[in-house]
């Protein structure tokens, strides 16, 4: 017999467990440093900061509206061997978004004299010298913007996720994927 009246709350522990669980998870302020994390040396900027003034604007006008995500290589020093290395590691993450690749508008952003970049005019480059960009490397900080850091900005404009420059493409275009997929088609 008591088996039988144990049968009811276990069926209703398995069906509202898991809800039940989830709110304290979500509404009791606790530390959860114990959840695991993603692998990777993504970096999320809390709160997310806004890019230059005016770069939305600039980035092609129509290519502002037509790319609803932005991969940004900032590198303030001159763009060297490795920093031509990086740019072509980005074009081959973005290239392998394939049916995705259109949702992204890969940008460069530099200080001081152009840089020589071979022919890949589906690379946006912005000057971040100036008024307008010297707030945004200051918040980004120039030191780290000296090695160079690849960024990903939403659609808003706002920059939410940080890597190093030597990032591997796996982990870059897994990512990316991650945000595209959660962000719906646009």
């Not at 017999?1 to 069906?15: G, I, S």
């Not at 994390?37 to 993504?42: A, C, D, I, N, T």
């Not at 960009?133 to 900005?153: F, K, M, P, Q, W």
């Not at 920059?159 to 997929?181: G, M, N, T």
């Amino acid at each position: 017999m008591k088996r039988a009246a144990l049968v009811p709350w276990l069926v209703a522990l398995a069906v509202f467990g898991p809800f039940v669980a989830a709110l304290l998870l979500y509404y009791l302020p606790a530390d959860l440093d114990w959840l695991p994390r993603l692998p990777g040396s993504r970096e999320l900027l809390e709160p997310p900061l806004a890019a230059p003034p005016g770069w939305l604007e600039a980035a092609s006008g129509a290519a502002a509206r037509r790319y609803p995500w932005f991969l940004i290589y900032a590198k303030i020093s001159p763009c060297d061997r490795p920093c031509s290395a990086t740019l072509e590691r980005l074009r081959q993450v973005h290239a392998a978004l394939a049916g995705d690749a259109d949702r992204v508008q890969r940008v460069f952003w530099y200080a001081g004299a152009a840089p020589a970049v071979s022919a890949d005019r589906d690379l946006e480059l912005q000057d971040v010298d100036g008024a307008s960009g010297e707030s945004t490397v200051r918040a980004l900080g120039a030191d780290r913007l000296e090695g160079g850091r690849i960024y990903v900005a939403d659609p808003r404009g706002l920059i939410v996720v940080s890597y190093p420059a030597d990032v591997e493409q796996k982990e870059l275009l897994r990512d990316l994927k991650r945000l595209l997929s959660a962000s719906g088609s646009n």
